[in-house]
């Protein structure tokens, strides 16, 4: 699956921007979505993502709250709504895809929050809070 990442931009402290994440392929609902972020000199963390069923997501603590993840099949894409932003979510955010359906549960909780599990990258979108 190819992905393609928008709505990056500029935004004040405790603003909102919603991310979106375009899938290529007719098998985008057979896998779950993830957003990951990289700030300058820091690791690719993750964020948030969601399960193909779409009826479980996980989140990173410092976005519980602030962050929701969804996903519409019918338009092959991944949403990040992202309110009350901090200048500490400054980062270039990047969506990821990897083949979800058949992953038993015990095994999702860990595998949708690691990103070497993740096998398709989207290009990135900067997201810039300023204070």
């Known amino acids: 699956v190819q992905l393609q990442a928008s709505g990056g931009g500029l935004v004040q402290a405790g603003g909102s921007l919603r991310l979106s994440c375009a899938a290529s392929?007719?098998?985008?609902?057979?896998?779950?979505m993830g957003w990951f972020r990289q700030a300058p000199g820091k690791e690719r963390d993750f964020v948030a993502s969601?399960?193909?069923?779409?009826?479980?997501?996980y989140y990173e603590d410092s976005v519980k709250g602030r962050f929701t993840i969804s996903r519409d099949n019918a338009k092959n894409t991944v949403y990040l709504q992202m309110n009350s932003l901090k200048p500490e979510d400054t980062a270039v955010y990047y969506c990821?895809?990897?083949?979800?359906?058949?992953?038993?549960?015990?095994?999702?909780?860990?595998?949708?929050?690691?990103?070497?599990?993740?096998?398709?990258w989207g290009q990135g979108t900067q997201v810039t809070v300023s204070s």
């Open positions: 990821a895809a990897r083949r979800d359906r058949g992953t038993i549960t015990s095994e999702a909780a860990w595998k949708m929050r690691d990103r070497n599990e993740f096998d398709s």
């Open positions: 969601i399960r193909w069923t779409g009826g479980v997501t």
């Open positions: 392929g007719r098998t985008f609902r057979d896998y779950g």
